[in-house]
């Protein structure tokens, strides 16, 4: 069956570390992978697009990769802020007939602590 | 820009009541999409259409939710009759930047009691 599936417990670290979150997803061949952010009581909002045939993508302070092989993508906040805390969802183009139909993970709630 | 609106913002009802939501796009996104959202959970399509024609709608429970859209602007999606199980947000989002990027409203929060 398809699935996408992202860290399942809450991850919570320090001010100025690194936080990594993961997205492995099955039977899926997406031409592209995006990242979101969603606060409480907010719509998700757009942070990045990784295509299939990119490795890495840099915004910032946000780093996503996209391995197809293993299919998984790594979301990387660095120098991570208080203000980062939220929940980050994975989202993948599953239709694959250019229409952009997004399937979304469960999301992982990121909670930096001063 | 102005960004994806909805209505209402809460709205309680009981089960087996019917309810509609409302989503005004932004102006010439082709591509409007209705989420459920589950708490705790990501979002699940329910319904995309590409201008008012309906793209995808294979997990939209047919039997007591509908949805158009009118004119290719804005959409409503219909509850009839309500579960306990639709308890949700439901989100609406379009597709705009280079279509590639979904931008969503702040959803309408359904409890049914």
């Known amino acids: 069956s398809q699935k996408i599936e992202q860290n399942s417990e809450a991850l919570n670290i320090q001010e100025g570390k690194t936080a990594t979150l993961t997205c492995n997803y099955t039977n899926y061949s997406p031409a592209y992978l995006q990242w979101y952010r969603q606060d409480p009581g907010r719509g998700p909002v757009f942070l990045l697009l990784?295509?299939?045939?990119?490795k890495e993508k840099r915004k910032e302070r946000l780093k996503v990769t996209f391995d197809t092989t293993l299919k998984q993508s790594l979301f990387h906040i660095t120098a991570s802020q208080p203000a980062d805390s939220a929940t980050y969802l994975c989202?993948?183009?599953?239709?694959?007939?250019?229409?952009?139909?997004?399937?979304f993970g469960k999301g992982t709630m990121l909670l930096v602590s001063p | 820009e102005a960004g994806v609106a909805q209505s209402p913002r809460y709205k309680i009802i009981e089960k087996r009541q019917s309810v509609a939501f409302w989503c005004n796009p932004i102006?010439?996104?082709?591509?409007l999409y209705w989420y459920q959202q589950i708490l705790g959970q990501g979002p699940k399509l329910l319904i995309q259409f590409q201008n008012n024609g309906v793209v995808d709608d294979s997990q939209l429970p047919k039997d007591r939710f509908s949805a158009e859209r009118l004119k290719g602007v804005d959409s409503t999606l219909k509850i009839q009759p309500a579960k306990l199980e639709d308890s949700a947000v439901y989100l609406c989002?379009?597709?705009?930047?280079?279509?590639?990027?979904?931008?969503f409203g702040s959803g309408t929060q359904l409890s049914v009691l």
């Open positions: 102006s010439g996104h082709a591509t």
């Open positions: 990784i295509r299939e045939n990119e």
């Open positions: 989002a379009t597709l705009g930047g280079g279509n590639e990027k979904l931008f």
């Open positions: 989202a993948l183009d599953t239709l694959g007939s250019g229409y952009s139909t997004l399937t």
